[in-house]
């Protein structure tokens, strides 16, 4: 049985939303873990598997399974489902290439904008946070989803770093709409909830 392996309100959310857009198999173990905070709270979790103490991550057997973008793959080929094209179907190019193109360059280049870091070499290497917005403002100029007429775990991911980092939304153009329809389901509430849920009993002194 596969297990996945999530801290409440981290980039492992994103994950317990697919899970629930994915209908909430039930040969898949939910395991909540700690992790390391960016504020210095939180240890990593001697139960998570993951080499560095991270989350999302799914063990399956000696199977081992890192990454967002891996892991959306993974779940959705294991899980079929309306949420992504699986190989030999149309749209399958470019879903994966969302992902890829989302860890690969998106999020290294909306980091490196929220730090403030500028350096030639990086900028050259992945364009930068205004570029890589244009790519997502393309996309939507003619359809309601990255891949077309229907939402997809693309959406997923992408749409849900514009809801984390706000400020990167455009006042014009298709994105805040774009990330009002992707947040507008109950998989996002259900997952919001449950996250702060778990976050209340941990910090609750009985827990
Ligand atoms: N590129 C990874 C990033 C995973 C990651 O950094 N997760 C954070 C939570 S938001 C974490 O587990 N941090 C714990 C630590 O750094 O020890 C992915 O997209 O899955």
Redesign the pocket.
């Known amino acids: 049985m596969p297990t996945f392996y999530h801290?409440p309100h981290?980039?492992?959310t994103a994950i317990l939303t697919l899970v629930h857009e994915l209908g909430d198999p039930a040969d898949l173990d939910i395991v909540r873990v700690g992790?390391?905070?960016?504020d210095g709270s939180?240890a990593?979790d001697p139960r998570n598997p993951?080499p560095?103490?991270?989350?999302?991550f799914i063990a399956d057997g000696d199977d081992m399974i890192?990454?967002?973008?891996a892991?959306i793959a993974w779940l959705t080929e294991r899980y079929p489902s309306d949420l992504a094209p699986l190989a030999g179907q149309t749209g399958r190019g470019p879903f994966l290439s969302w992902l890829a193109w989302y860890?690969g360059v998106m999020?290294p280049v909306a980091i490196l904008d929220y730090f403030g870091i500028e350096n030639d070499g990086l900028k050259e290497t992945f364009r930068d946070l205004p570029t890589a917005i244009r790519q997502v403002e393309a996309a939507l100029k003619d359809r309601s989803y990255l891949l077309g007429d229907s939402y997809t775990a693309a959406d997923l991911l992408i749409a849900g770093a514009f809801a984390f980092f706000r400020q990167m939304i455009p006042g014009t153009g298709p994105i805040e709409a774009w990330v009002g329809r992707c947040q507008d389901r109950d998989s996002v509430r259900r997952a919001a909830a449950e996250d702060a849920e778990w976050m209340e009993r941990m910090s609750s002194p009985a827990a």
């Open positions: 801290a981290s980039r492992s992790i390391r905070r960016g939180g990593p993951h560095e103490g991270k989350v999302p890192r990454e967002r973008a892991i860890a999020e």
